[in-house]
């Protein structure tokens, strides 16, 4: 069973910057798309950030022109620059990939980040 290991999050103060990686424990040969969700305390898991198959990207309005999601090199998936963060980016990020075929979706366990002065 494939697993996804996030690594990156940690403690930055307001205005720094981050970059998250995504690794999976096997090759993934086929993917449809890659995204970044975080969740907030007392709050919904929402969608940060998707990049398909072919290089298309989205972004949530709240962090256009902040944050970059990117393919990764051989070793990662998929990466997250995350840059002049705000205390509301305070969240769980999770890695998310979508795959075609059973069972359709992997997540990882999530890393902290936390913007704070």
Do not use: H
């Amino acid at each position: 069973q494939v697993q996804l290991v996030e690594s990156g999050g940690g403690l930055v103060q307001p205005g720094g910057c981050l970059r998250l990686s995504c690794d999976a424990t096997e090759t993934i040969f086929s993917i449809n798309a890659m995204s970044w969700y975080r969740q907030a305390p007392r709050k919904a898991r929402e969608l940060v950030a998707t990049i398909t198959g072919i290089g298309t990207t989205n972004y949530a309005d709240s962090v256009k022109g902040r944050f970059t999601i990117s393919r990764g090199n051989t070793k990662d998936l998929v990466n997250l620059q995350m840059n002049s963060l705000k205390p509301e980016d305070t969240a769980v990020y999770y890695c998310n990939v979508l795959v075609p075929v059973s069972p359709r979706s992997y997540w990882g366990q999530g890393t902290q980040v936390t913007v704070s002065s």
